[in-house]
């Protein structure tokens, strides 16, 4: 997909920055094989006599296309401090953002495989659906901080939410969902020359979640969900 992005942003007193962007739409479109387990009786077996009869993994082609939505966002940072090479030693910064989520009221699926044909019963080998979804737009939130003990060593850390996209109908096992909170925090190390070593880390939570209403059979239960990422990096600039 082919999309865009605007920004600005400005200093109106001494060390605060405001600064807003704008990314707009995109369409998505993902080609690859598919694997669909028919690995049942009632698909393989019971009705072979009236001409339906799967193999128990049909494979094939398909093609997945849905809508990336616009992102607004808007923020605000504040530096102060002791001036450490020249640059404030430690800044505040909030940032609020709104997600275009309700853009995307579907997947559309498009499969073709010889396995899906049932000559018999005139079905051909592509067929093609569209997995509602109907999700809403977002709001989020982050705040940002940042604080140089020295030239060398500099540490930051953020605190972030945002809502959630997926309705309580349309929600499923393979999509979970629900409002997120994430964490992060970071060091930055000096060690010669233009070398650095960068640490991070990277907490996201969703909170948990019950849902008696979904569509879907398998969508009603209890979400939760808690991902985290720890890296080490070497940072080199010319």
Known sequence: GVTGRIG??????????????????????????FTLDMDDPFFTQDLASQGLQYPALVKGRASLSFVLP????????????????????SSIALEGSYTGWSSIDDFDLRARSKDLEQKELGLPASTGFKLRRNWHDTVGGIVRGRHALSKELVLWATFGYE?????DATI???????????????????????????????VQSVLERRVVSS???????????????????ADYRF
């Open 70 to 89: 616009r992102v607004a966002r808007l923020g605000v940072r504040y530096e102060f401090g002791k001036d450490v090479g020249h640059k404030p030693s």
């Open 163 to 167: 809502s959630a996209a997926s309705p």
């Open 172 to 202: 499923d096992v393979a999509s979970p969902d629900g409002t997120r909170l994430s964490f992060s925090g970071g060091l930055s190390q000096h060690l010669i020359g233009g070398l650095s070593l960068v640490l991070d880390t990277h």
């Open 8 to 33: 600005i942003s400005a200093e109106p007193v001494d060390n605060l920055w405001v600064g807003a962007s704008y990314e707009h739409t995109t369409q998505l479109n993902f080609r690859g094989d």
């Open 215 to 233: 569509d879907y059979d398998l969508g009603n239960g209890t979400y939760s969900m808690r991902l985290f990422s720890l890296g080490a990096y």
